[in-house]
């Protein structure tokens, strides 16, 4: 969008990713223990989903967080490292998430088109 003065007005993103996070935070993750869920949503033109948890909790996540060179699907069994989301750090989002065991249903590669 544009302010007034033509500028683009940005809003900048609460989530952080991959590619802003810092050594300290990197390090927080990997202490965290590898965790198991299900893809329960996921949108890559939006870039972001929904793992449901093995406790039966859902926990964000964000494209630049999926290891490997596959689109997840619903269905697809993942692991992954939780991860508190700044400022308030009251939430969570799963960090280096891997699928595991894939559905049946045919996988697009990230370099697929859209």
């Not at 390090?27 to 039966?56: L, Q, T, W």
């Not at 269905?75 to 595991?100: C, N, W, Y």
């Amino acid at each position: 969008s544009e302010s007034p003065s033509g500028r683009s007005s940005l809003i900048p993103n609460p989530i952080i990713t991959k590619r802003t996070r810092t050594i300290s935070m990197l390090e927080m993750a990997m202490e965290n223990p590898i965790e198991h869920g299900v893809i329960k949503s996921f949108c890559r033109v939006k870039g972001h989903g929904f793992i449901k948890k093995d406790d039966g909790e859902d926990i964000f996540v964000h494209v630049s967080d999926i290891d490997g060179e596959y689109v997840p699907r619903v269905g697809d069994q993942v692991s992954f490292r939780k991860l508190q989301i700044p400022p308030k750090m009251e939430k969570f989002q799963a960090v280096h998430v891997q699928i595991t065991n894939f559905t049946p249903e045919v996988h697009q590669r990230w370099t697929s088109p859209l």
